[in-house]
Protein backbone atom coordinates (compact mmCIF):
# COMPACT_ATOMS: atom_id res chain seq x y z
CA UNK A 1 0.00 0.00 0.00
CA UNK A 2 1.33 3.24 -0.95
CA UNK A 3 1.14 6.49 1.26
CA UNK A 4 0.23 9.93 0.24
CA UNK A 5 0.62 13.35 2.51
CA UNK A 6 -1.32 16.62 1.31
CA UNK A 7 0.30 19.90 2.43
CA UNK A 8 -2.45 22.41 2.03
CA UNK A 9 -0.89 25.39 2.46
CA UNK A 10 -3.16 28.82 2.58
CA UNK A 11 -7.00 29.25 3.21
CA UNK A 12 -10.12 27.03 4.17
CA UNK A 13 -10.94 27.44 0.37
CA UNK A 14 -7.46 25.79 -0.86
CA UNK A 15 -8.32 23.08 1.67
CA UNK A 16 -11.63 22.12 -0.21
CA UNK A 17 -9.49 21.30 -3.31
CA UNK A 18 -6.46 19.24 -1.19
CA UNK A 19 -10.11 17.51 -0.17
CA UNK A 20 -10.62 16.50 -3.42
CA UNK A 21 -7.07 15.64 -4.76
CA UNK A 22 -6.98 13.42 -1.18
CA UNK A 23 -9.90 11.59 -3.03
CA UNK A 24 -8.35 11.29 -6.33
CA UNK A 25 -5.70 9.61 -4.48
CA UNK A 26 -7.54 7.48 -2.55
CA UNK A 27 -9.56 6.20 -5.44
CA UNK A 28 -6.14 5.35 -7.32
CA UNK A 29 -5.08 3.05 -4.26
CA UNK A 30 -3.30 5.11 -1.64
CA UNK A 31 -3.85 5.76 1.86
CA UNK A 32 -3.02 8.78 4.12
CA UNK A 33 0.42 8.40 5.67
CA UNK A 34 -0.02 7.55 9.24
CA UNK A 35 3.53 9.36 10.05
CA UNK A 36 4.76 12.27 7.39
CA UNK A 37 8.32 9.90 6.92
CA UNK A 38 5.81 7.35 5.55
CA UNK A 39 4.61 9.09 2.85
CA UNK A 40 5.62 7.67 -0.81
CA UNK A 41 3.86 10.31 -2.41
CA UNK A 42 3.82 14.09 -1.54
CA UNK A 43 1.50 17.01 -3.07
CA UNK A 44 1.73 20.23 -2.07
CA UNK A 45 -1.13 22.53 -2.95
CA UNK A 46 0.07 25.87 -2.68
CA UNK A 47 -1.19 29.49 -1.56
CA UNK A 48 0.17 32.32 -3.98
CA UNK A 49 -2.18 35.41 -2.38
CA UNK A 50 0.59 37.52 -1.32
CA UNK A 51 4.69 37.70 -1.49
CA UNK A 52 4.47 36.04 2.20
CA UNK A 53 2.54 33.47 1.09
CA UNK A 54 5.27 32.52 -1.59
CA UNK A 55 8.38 32.56 0.39
CA UNK A 56 6.65 29.94 2.49
CA UNK A 57 5.41 28.08 -0.31
CA UNK A 58 9.34 27.96 -1.39
CA UNK A 59 10.96 26.91 1.55
CA UNK A 60 8.56 23.79 2.24
CA UNK A 61 9.25 22.95 -1.83
CA UNK A 62 12.96 23.26 -0.84
CA UNK A 63 12.30 21.01 1.99
CA UNK A 64 10.61 18.42 0.30
CA UNK A 65 12.96 18.49 -2.68
CA UNK A 66 16.25 17.86 -0.39
CA UNK A 67 14.24 15.18 0.82
CA UNK A 68 13.86 13.49 -2.46
CA UNK A 69 16.84 13.92 -3.32
CA UNK A 70 17.84 11.83 -0.08
CA UNK A 71 15.64 9.07 -1.36
CA UNK A 72 13.05 9.63 1.09
CA UNK A 73 10.05 9.59 -0.75
CA UNK A 74 9.28 9.00 -4.76
CA UNK A 75 6.92 11.73 -6.27
CA UNK A 76 6.64 15.35 -5.59
CA UNK A 77 3.69 17.21 -7.20
CA UNK A 78 3.00 20.59 -6.61
CA UNK A 79 -0.81 22.54 -7.78
CA UNK A 80 -2.61 25.28 -6.32
CA UNK A 81 -2.38 28.95 -6.61
CA UNK A 82 1.02 28.83 -7.78
CA UNK A 83 0.53 27.69 -11.19
CA UNK A 84 -0.87 30.86 -12.15
CA UNK A 85 1.01 32.92 -10.45
CA UNK A 86 5.22 33.48 -10.14
CA UNK A 87 5.54 29.38 -11.59
CA UNK A 88 7.74 30.34 -14.00
CA UNK A 89 10.04 31.46 -10.90
CA UNK A 90 9.85 28.11 -9.59
CA UNK A 91 9.50 25.29 -12.16
CA UNK A 92 13.35 25.81 -13.42
CA UNK A 93 14.61 25.12 -10.01
CA UNK A 94 12.59 22.24 -8.93
CA UNK A 95 13.54 19.52 -11.15
CA UNK A 96 12.52 17.35 -8.05
CA UNK A 97 8.83 17.95 -9.05
CA UNK A 98 7.45 15.62 -10.63
CA UNK A 99 3.99 17.36 -12.23
CA UNK A 100 3.14 20.60 -12.00
CA UNK A 101 -0.49 20.34 -11.91
CA UNK A 102 -3.01 23.21 -12.76
CA UNK A 103 -5.14 25.12 -9.99
CA UNK A 104 -8.19 22.56 -9.58
CA UNK A 105 -6.96 20.57 -12.60
CA UNK A 106 -8.57 17.30 -11.10
CA UNK A 107 -8.10 15.16 -14.15
CA UNK A 108 -4.48 16.02 -14.70
CA UNK A 109 -3.60 14.59 -11.46
CA UNK A 110 -5.68 11.23 -12.40
CA UNK A 111 -4.18 11.02 -16.05
CA UNK A 112 -0.46 11.38 -13.75
CA UNK A 113 -1.49 8.41 -11.61
CA UNK A 114 -2.90 6.66 -14.35
CA UNK A 115 -6.66 6.50 -12.86
CA UNK A 116 -9.64 6.01 -14.73
CA UNK A 117 -11.37 9.51 -15.53
CA UNK A 118 -14.49 8.78 -13.17
CA UNK A 119 -16.65 11.83 -13.58
CA UNK A 120 -17.48 11.17 -9.45
CA UNK A 121 -15.79 14.02 -7.74
CA UNK A 122 -15.70 14.00 -3.60
CA UNK A 123 -13.70 15.10 -1.00
CA UNK A 124 -11.49 13.13 2.02
CA UNK A 125 -10.82 15.00 4.74
CA UNK A 126 -7.25 15.67 5.28
CA UNK A 127 -7.48 17.60 8.83
CA UNK A 128 -9.03 16.38 11.91
CA UNK A 129 -12.30 18.20 13.28
CA UNK A 130 -15.95 17.48 13.46
CA UNK A 131 -16.74 20.37 10.90
CA UNK A 132 -16.74 20.91 7.41
CA UNK A 133 -15.85 23.64 4.89
CA UNK A 134 -18.34 24.28 1.56
CA UNK A 135 -17.05 26.07 -0.86
CA UNK A 136 -19.98 27.56 -2.66
CA UNK A 137 -18.34 29.75 -5.41
CA UNK A 138 -14.73 30.25 -6.51
CA UNK A 139 -12.83 33.27 -7.78
CA UNK A 140 -14.08 37.17 -7.18
CA UNK A 141 -14.83 40.25 -9.67
CA UNK A 142 -15.10 42.58 -6.51
CA UNK A 143 -11.25 43.34 -8.00
CA UNK A 144 -10.14 45.13 -4.40
CA UNK A 145 -6.91 46.89 -5.42
CA UNK A 146 -4.51 45.11 -3.25
CA UNK A 147 -5.71 41.51 -4.02
CA UNK A 148 -4.25 38.85 -6.39
CA UNK A 149 -6.89 36.78 -5.91
CA UNK A 150 -9.03 37.85 -9.07
CA UNK A 151 -5.82 37.03 -11.22
CA UNK A 152 -4.96 33.73 -9.84
CA UNK A 153 -8.65 32.37 -9.49
CA UNK A 154 -10.57 34.11 -11.80
CA UNK A 155 -14.13 35.64 -11.74
CA UNK A 156 -16.99 34.73 -9.55
CA UNK A 157 -17.88 31.71 -10.61
CA UNK A 158 -21.03 29.76 -7.97
CA UNK A 159 -21.63 26.11 -7.88
CA UNK A 160 -25.27 25.75 -8.57
CA UNK A 161 -27.50 24.51 -5.08
CA UNK A 162 -28.67 20.79 -6.51
CA UNK A 163 -24.33 20.08 -6.78
CA UNK A 164 -23.93 21.61 -2.90
CA UNK A 165 -26.81 20.22 -1.29
CA UNK A 166 -25.65 16.83 -2.40
CA UNK A 167 -22.08 18.18 -1.34
CA UNK A 168 -23.38 19.21 2.11
CA UNK A 169 -25.09 15.92 2.42
CA UNK A 170 -21.78 13.99 2.08
CA UNK A 171 -19.94 16.19 4.37
CA UNK A 172 -23.23 15.19 7.15
CA UNK A 173 -22.72 11.67 6.02
CA UNK A 174 -18.45 11.45 6.99
CA UNK A 175 -20.28 12.77 10.55
CA UNK A 176 -19.56 16.39 10.54
CA UNK A 177 -21.45 19.05 12.83
CA UNK A 178 -20.62 22.13 11.65
CA UNK A 179 -20.99 23.13 8.29
CA UNK A 180 -19.18 26.76 7.23
CA UNK A 181 -19.96 28.10 3.69
CA UNK A 182 -17.59 30.00 2.32
CA UNK A 183 -16.32 32.12 -0.94
CA UNK A 184 -14.41 34.91 -1.65
CA UNK A 185 -17.33 36.82 -1.05
CA UNK A 186 -20.04 34.69 -0.17
CA UNK A 187 -22.89 37.31 -0.39
CA UNK A 188 -22.14 37.31 -3.88
CA UNK A 189 -23.46 33.98 -4.39
CA UNK A 190 -25.25 32.93 -7.24
CA UNK A 191 -25.36 36.46 -8.84
CA UNK A 192 -23.39 34.51 -12.14
CA UNK A 193 -25.89 31.65 -11.93
CA UNK A 194 -29.25 33.20 -11.18
CA UNK A 195 -28.83 36.76 -12.03
CA UNK A 196 -29.51 37.35 -7.78
CA UNK A 197 -28.03 36.78 -4.72
CA UNK A 198 -28.99 33.43 -3.84
CA UNK A 199 -27.58 33.12 -0.17
CA UNK A 200 -30.79 33.02 1.19
CA UNK A 201 -32.39 30.15 -0.99
CA UNK A 202 -28.60 27.98 -0.60
CA UNK A 203 -29.17 28.78 3.06
CA UNK A 204 -32.66 27.55 3.42
CA UNK A 205 -31.34 24.05 1.13
CA UNK A 206 -28.54 23.28 3.14
CA UNK A 207 -30.52 23.76 7.01
CA UNK A 208 -32.76 21.10 5.94
CA UNK A 209 -30.25 18.58 5.79
CA UNK A 210 -29.94 16.35 9.06
CA UNK A 211 -26.56 15.81 10.74
CA UNK A 212 -25.47 19.50 11.41
CA UNK A 213 -26.19 21.20 14.37
CA UNK A 214 -24.46 24.77 13.15
CA UNK A 215 -24.55 26.54 9.80
CA UNK A 216 -21.71 29.03 9.84
CA UNK A 217 -21.40 31.51 7.11
CA UNK A 218 -17.96 33.09 6.46
CA UNK A 219 -16.42 35.76 4.58
CA UNK A 220 -19.77 38.51 4.56
CA UNK A 221 -18.73 41.18 2.33
CA UNK A 222 -20.18 44.50 3.42
CA UNK A 223 -21.06 46.28 0.34
CA UNK A 224 -23.27 42.56 -0.52
CA UNK A 225 -24.78 42.07 2.50
CA UNK A 226 -28.40 42.52 2.36
CA UNK A 227 -30.07 43.53 5.81
CA UNK A 228 -33.07 41.85 4.92
CA UNK A 229 -31.10 38.67 5.35
CA UNK A 230 -31.17 38.95 9.43
CA UNK A 231 -34.25 37.54 9.64
CA UNK A 232 -32.96 34.25 8.38
CA UNK A 233 -30.94 34.35 11.81
CA UNK A 234 -33.96 35.24 13.65
CA UNK A 235 -35.69 31.88 11.81
CA UNK A 236 -33.09 29.25 11.06
CA UNK A 237 -32.30 27.43 14.62
CA UNK A 238 -29.42 26.18 12.87
CA UNK A 239 -27.59 29.49 11.30
CA UNK A 240 -25.24 30.87 13.81
CA UNK A 241 -25.81 34.74 14.85
CA UNK A 242 -21.95 35.09 13.85
CA UNK A 243 -21.02 38.06 11.23
CA UNK A 244 -17.41 37.48 9.72
CA UNK A 245 -17.38 40.92 7.98
CA UNK A 246 -14.30 41.99 6.90
CA UNK A 247 -14.18 45.97 6.48
CA UNK A 248 -10.16 46.27 6.03
CA UNK A 249 -10.80 49.74 7.13
CA UNK A 250 -12.99 52.28 8.28
CA UNK A 251 -11.87 55.52 6.95
CA UNK A 252 -13.54 56.70 3.63
CA UNK A 253 -10.67 57.70 1.65
CA UNK A 254 -8.72 54.46 2.01
CA UNK A 255 -12.05 52.15 1.80
CA UNK A 256 -12.27 54.13 -1.96
CA UNK A 257 -8.45 53.47 -2.91
CA UNK A 258 -9.29 50.16 -1.82
CA UNK A 259 -12.22 49.96 -4.09
CA UNK A 260 -14.40 48.95 -1.71
CA UNK A 261 -18.00 50.80 -1.48
CA UNK A 262 -19.30 51.06 1.97
CA UNK A 263 -17.06 53.66 3.94
CA UNK A 264 -17.43 54.67 7.87
CA UNK A 265 -21.21 56.07 8.49
CA UNK A 266 -23.08 53.25 6.95
CA UNK A 267 -20.66 50.61 8.14
CA UNK A 268 -21.23 51.70 11.21
CA UNK A 269 -24.79 51.75 10.92
CA UNK A 270 -24.35 47.93 9.35
CA UNK A 271 -22.93 46.55 12.38
CA UNK A 272 -25.26 48.61 15.07
CA UNK A 273 -28.51 46.94 13.05
CA UNK A 274 -27.32 43.59 13.80
CA UNK A 275 -26.70 44.17 17.16
CA UNK A 276 -29.87 45.50 17.80
CA UNK A 277 -31.56 42.80 15.34
CA UNK A 278 -29.92 39.84 16.91
CA UNK A 279 -28.75 41.08 20.51
CA UNK A 280 -26.37 37.64 20.96
CA UNK A 281 -24.70 38.41 17.73
CA UNK A 282 -20.97 38.04 17.26
CA UNK A 283 -18.80 40.16 15.63
CA UNK A 284 -15.32 39.33 13.65
CA UNK A 285 -14.00 41.62 11.29
CA UNK A 286 -10.13 41.67 9.50
CA UNK A 287 -8.64 44.96 8.97
CA UNK A 288 -5.31 46.01 7.29
CA UNK A 289 -2.55 48.68 8.27
CA UNK A 290 -0.64 51.04 6.00
CA UNK A 291 -2.58 50.55 2.43
CA UNK A 292 -1.00 53.44 0.75
CA UNK A 293 -1.95 56.85 1.73
CA UNK A 294 -2.73 55.73 5.26
CA UNK A 295 -1.67 58.72 7.17
CA UNK A 296 -2.11 58.49 11.32
CA UNK A 297 -4.97 60.43 11.50
CA UNK A 298 -6.92 57.67 9.31
CA UNK A 299 -5.03 55.38 11.70
CA UNK A 300 -6.81 57.29 14.75
CA UNK A 301 -10.07 56.92 13.75
CA UNK A 302 -9.79 53.05 12.79
CA UNK A 303 -8.74 52.93 16.40
CA UNK A 304 -11.79 54.66 17.42
CA UNK A 305 -13.88 52.46 15.12
CA UNK A 306 -13.15 49.50 17.11
CA UNK A 307 -13.84 51.14 20.19
CA UNK A 308 -17.01 52.01 19.21
CA UNK A 309 -17.85 48.24 17.37
CA UNK A 310 -17.63 45.68 20.34
CA UNK A 311 -15.79 43.05 17.49
CA UNK A 312 -15.62 39.64 19.55
CA UNK A 313 -12.97 38.51 17.22
CA UNK A 314 -10.47 40.82 15.01
CA UNK A 315 -7.64 40.12 12.26
CA UNK A 316 -5.25 42.69 11.27
CA UNK A 317 -3.04 41.98 8.57
CA UNK A 318 -0.18 44.86 7.19
CA UNK A 319 -0.75 45.93 3.78
CA UNK A 320 1.56 43.90 1.54
CA UNK A 321 2.64 45.65 -1.63
CA UNK A 322 1.91 42.94 -4.61
CA UNK A 323 3.02 43.22 -8.13
CA UNK A 324 0.71 43.51 -10.75
CA UNK A 325 -2.50 45.17 -8.40
CA UNK A 326 -3.68 48.70 -8.74
CA UNK A 327 -2.33 49.63 -5.55
CA UNK A 328 1.31 48.55 -6.46
CA UNK A 329 1.76 51.96 -7.60
CA UNK A 330 -0.47 54.03 -5.48
CA UNK A 331 1.83 56.69 -3.72
CA UNK A 332 2.55 57.20 -0.71
CA UNK A 333 2.92 53.48 0.36
CA UNK A 334 3.31 53.52 3.95
CA UNK A 335 6.58 51.46 5.49
CA UNK A 336 6.60 48.39 6.93
CA UNK A 337 7.48 49.70 10.82
CA UNK A 338 4.54 51.94 10.49
CA UNK A 339 2.21 49.40 9.16
CA UNK A 340 3.49 46.77 12.29
CA UNK A 341 3.25 49.35 15.16
CA UNK A 342 -0.28 50.51 13.94
CA UNK A 343 -1.25 46.76 13.55
CA UNK A 344 0.09 46.00 17.34
CA UNK A 345 -1.67 49.25 18.41
CA UNK A 346 -5.11 48.33 16.72
CA UNK A 347 -4.20 44.39 18.27
CA UNK A 348 -3.61 45.40 21.57
CA UNK A 349 -6.34 48.15 21.67
CA UNK A 350 -8.77 44.89 20.84
CA UNK A 351 -7.12 43.23 23.59
CA UNK A 352 -7.80 45.39 26.28
CA UNK A 353 -11.78 44.75 25.29
CA UNK A 354 -11.56 41.56 25.06
CA UNK A 355 -10.79 40.60 28.45
CA UNK A 356 -14.35 42.04 29.13
CA UNK A 357 -16.28 40.66 26.18
CA UNK A 358 -15.18 36.94 26.50
CA UNK A 359 -15.10 37.32 30.14
CA UNK A 360 -18.62 38.26 30.29
CA UNK A 361 -18.99 34.59 29.72
CA UNK A 362 -17.90 33.65 32.86
CA UNK A 363 -19.96 31.63 35.54
CA UNK A 364 -22.44 30.66 32.27
CA UNK A 365 -23.59 27.39 31.26
CA UNK A 366 -22.98 27.03 27.28
CA UNK A 367 -22.84 23.87 24.61
CA UNK A 368 -19.43 23.30 23.04
CA UNK A 369 -18.89 20.96 20.35
CA UNK A 370 -16.01 18.62 21.48
CA UNK A 371 -12.79 18.14 18.45
CA UNK A 372 -10.51 16.33 20.78
CA UNK A 373 -8.91 15.13 23.39
CA UNK A 374 -6.25 16.16 24.87
CA UNK A 375 -3.44 14.20 26.36
CA UNK A 376 -3.80 13.72 29.60
CA UNK A 377 -2.12 15.42 31.93
CA UNK A 378 -0.34 14.32 35.10
CA UNK A 379 -2.02 17.23 37.75
CA UNK A 380 -5.40 16.12 35.93
CA UNK A 381 -7.25 14.73 39.17
CA UNK A 382 -8.37 10.60 38.50
CA UNK A 383 -11.03 10.33 36.21
CA UNK A 384 -10.64 13.34 34.42
CA UNK A 385 -10.43 14.52 31.06
CA UNK A 386 -9.16 17.30 29.17
CA UNK A 387 -10.64 18.36 25.74
CA UNK A 388 -10.37 20.75 23.07
CA UNK A 389 -13.74 21.96 22.14
CA UNK A 390 -15.38 24.82 20.36
CA UNK A 391 -18.80 27.19 21.52
CA UNK A 392 -20.41 28.49 18.80
CA UNK A 393 -18.74 32.14 18.60
CA UNK A 394 -15.45 29.83 18.13
CA UNK A 395 -14.87 29.63 14.11
CA UNK A 396 -12.14 26.82 13.59
CA UNK A 397 -8.69 27.75 12.93
CA UNK A 398 -9.72 31.41 13.25
CA UNK A 399 -11.19 32.34 17.03
CA UNK A 400 -9.98 31.01 20.37
CA UNK A 401 -10.87 27.45 21.52
CA UNK A 402 -12.57 26.28 24.82
CA UNK A 403 -10.59 23.66 27.08
CA UNK A 404 -13.12 21.81 29.03
CA UNK A 405 -12.28 19.33 31.55
CA UNK A 406 -14.17 16.90 33.44
CA UNK A 407 -15.99 13.21 32.88
CA UNK A 408 -15.02 11.13 30.08
CA UNK A 409 -17.30 12.88 27.08
CA UNK A 410 -17.16 11.97 23.19
CA UNK A 411 -15.35 14.00 20.34
CA UNK A 412 -18.19 14.98 18.13
CA UNK A 413 -20.86 15.13 20.69
CA UNK A 414 -22.07 18.71 21.97
CA UNK A 415 -21.62 18.41 26.02
CA UNK A 416 -22.87 21.61 28.16
CA UNK A 417 -19.78 23.15 29.75
CA UNK A 418 -19.73 25.77 32.94
CA UNK A 419 -17.38 28.51 32.16
CA UNK A 420 -15.34 29.32 34.60
CA UNK A 421 -11.89 31.42 33.23
CA UNK A 422 -10.41 33.33 30.06
CA UNK A 423 -6.87 33.65 29.01
CA UNK A 424 -6.46 36.08 26.13
CA UNK A 425 -8.60 34.61 23.84
CA UNK A 426 -9.59 31.26 25.05
CA UNK A 427 -12.14 29.74 27.43
CA UNK A 428 -11.32 27.63 29.88
CA UNK A 429 -14.43 25.57 31.44
CA UNK A 430 -15.58 22.59 33.57
CA UNK A 431 -18.00 19.49 31.54
CA UNK A 432 -21.25 19.45 33.53
S1 LIG B 1 -13.42 40.63 -2.06
FE1 LIG B 1 -11.62 41.85 -2.51
S2 LIG B 1 -10.08 41.03 -1.08
FE2 LIG B 1 -11.67 39.50 -1.19
S3 LIG B 1 -11.00 38.07 -2.80
FE3 LIG B 1 -12.34 39.61 -3.78
S4 LIG B 1 -10.93 41.14 -4.57
FE4 LIG B 1 -9.80 39.95 -3.03
Not at 21 to 33: D, K, R, T, V
Not at 208 to 223: C, E, M, N, S, V
Not at 288 to 297: A, C, D, M, V
Request: hydrophobic letters at 40%; aromatic letters at 10%.
Amino acid sequence: MKHYLIESLGCAKNLVDSEVFAYILESAGYSPAPIPEEADLILINSCAFLQSALAEFDEILSGYADRKNQGEFETLIVTGCVMNRALDDFTGLFPEVDAWIGLKDFDALKSFLGAKNSPVISRSPIEEGHYAYLRISDGCRNYCSYCTIPSIRGVLKSVPIPQLVIEAESLAARGAKELILIAQDTCLYGTDLYGHQALPELIEAVHAIKGFRWIRLLYLHPDHFKTEWLELFKRLPKLLPYFEIPIQHSEDRILKAMNRKLGRAPLLELFKLIQSELPTAVLRTTLITGFPGESPQDHKKLLDFIEQVPFLHLGVFCYSQEPGTPAYDMPRQVGEKTALKRQDELLSAHRAQLEERLGAWVGKDIEVLVEAELEPDEELPKGNHRYLCRAWFNAPDIDGLVFAEGKKVKPGTFVKVNIEDVIDVDLFARII
